[in-house]
Structures are given as C-alpha cells and as structure tokens.
C-alpha cells in the first residue's frame, strides 16, 4: 500500500493500512514530527508490518555515483548539501499559499525538502545530534518557514551542512564533499559528478537523471521487498524516524 496523502494524514492512514493487514510505503516525510514517526514505527513494528518512506532521491542514478565514488576522497573533513527553488514555480497554474507546503504545521522547507536529509544520512550516517536554524523571512506570504540550515558532525570527524530555501529564482542541488585526497561535487540538476583529485586534472561523469524513473525504481524496489529481496536504497521507518529528528532540532532555531 502506497500511503500518499499530505503529511499530517500519514500516521492514521498507514495505521488503516496495517488494521488490513498491509505493507507500506508512506511518501517523506514519515510524519510531521519525530514523536508522530516513533509511533509510527513503533505500531508497524509490533503488528509486523514491513513500512518504508518514499525518499526517492536514494533512487537518482547520479547520487549513485557519488556514493560509489565518495571512497576516493579518503577521510572526509567538510560536506555540504543545497536544495534551493522558488516555491511559486514548483506547481504552475496552482495557488501556492494553498497548499500543504505553505502550511506551517505539515509543510516548509525542512519536512519538503527532507530528500537532502534523508541522503546525507544514508550517504555519511545519520547523527546522534545535530543543531540548525529555520526562519519565515516573510517573501512568500506563508506561515510555514521559508528557508533553513541544518549542522551535524561527521562520524569520523569533519562537519555537514545543509541549505534549504524557497526563495532561489535560479534552482540549484547538489553536493560538495571535501577529503584528504580531493573534493568530489554532484550536480544533482544535471545528474553529473566531478571528482577533483589534489593532483592531476579533475574528472566529470554524467548519469541522465528521469524522475520518472526514479519513483518507477522505488516501486520496483518496494514490490521486490515484499517478495523478499532486499534493496538497501529503500528508507526504512528508523530512517524515517532519524529524519524528523534532524528536522525537530532544526525547527528548535526556527525564527
């Protein structure tokens, strides 16, 4: 069962989901807050249910490059990932203001944007703590915040950062990952990855990116889980769960 709903509906219809007896994939975030999404994790756990979150940027081919190039950079000392767009251009024809990303209590950058938290800690581990800020600074009109900056520490040392916005005219994702054998950027409009070696002229790679695709890979993934094969891109409910984690603390320095 696909549970698609906007955010705050997701807790009570992945529960209906489970009284029938049924799997599910619940599209990001898991629930609008982390406290919701423990709970969540919890019901599935204890009725048995095998229960993903649609994070589907796991399924970008070009992110899989990163992550298969990212063992050549050595110890990492510095990441640093960025969504930024224009909320208005996101639905053309549709009413921005109206709908759950303008609302403060399910929407915002931090639960609409929460792909780029989700990979960075697929990617480099999820954090035991991590801090941030997030601010309405009043451009669109919305209740919900308009744009954020999340920080966590690195497992083996070093720091990431994330920036988030509504605000960009020019939209821009991606990636830099700093080590001590070079820097590695993903341009995730593009679908290219750059390796910057500290010697020796840089090298560019590009995988065509389809969103399509992407959400078609997950369902395929999704259906193959509930016949027992096991793809590790999917987002498991503790993911989830250490998502809205980051979020929560994030929203903490909401101004």
Not at 13 to 34: I, R, W, Y
Not at 139 to 162: D, F, V, Y
Not at 203 to 215: G, L, T
């Amino acid at each position: 069962c696909v549970v698609a709903s906007e955010t705050a509906r997701h807790a009570a219809d992945a529960e209906a989901a489970f009284a029938l007896g049924l799997d599910v994939l619940v599209e990001k975030p898991l629930a609008p807050d982390a406290a919701q999404g423990r709970r969540l994790a919890d019901s599935a756990k204890r009725q048995g249910r095998r229960a993903y979150v649609a994070c589907v940027m796991r399924f970008s081919p070009s992110l899989a490059l990163l992550k298969e190039r990212l063992p050549e950079l050595g110890a990492l000392h510095a990441v640093r990932a960025e969504c930024r767009s224009y909320l208005p251009d996101w639905r053309p024809g549709r009413d921005y203001k109206a709908g759950y990303s303008a609302d403060a209590a399910q929407g915002g950058v931090l639960r609409d944007l929460v792909h780029e938290v989700d990979y960075c800690g697929w990617l480099f581990g999820f954090p035991a703590q991590a801090t941030g800020s997030a601010a309405n600074l009043g451009r669109l009109g919305i209740q919900a915040e308009e744009a954020a900056e999340i920080l966590w520490n690195l497992p083996g040392g070093g720091t990431l950062s994330i920036g988030l916005d509504y605000l960009t005219r020019r939209a821009r994702r991606g990636l830099v990952a700093d080590g001590e054998r070079g820097t590695l950027s993903w341009n995730a409009m593009t679908g290219t990855v750059t390796l910057t070696p500290l010697s020796g002229p840089a090298r560019s790679d590009s995988r065509a990116e389809d969103v399509d695709a992407r959400f078609l890979a997950q369902a395929t993934a999704f259906l193959g889980e509930l016949d027992g094969r096991r793809d590790e891109r999917l987002a498991s409910f503790e993911d989830g769960v250490k998502a809205l984690n980051v979020l929560d603390a994030a929203r903490k320095g909401l101004a």
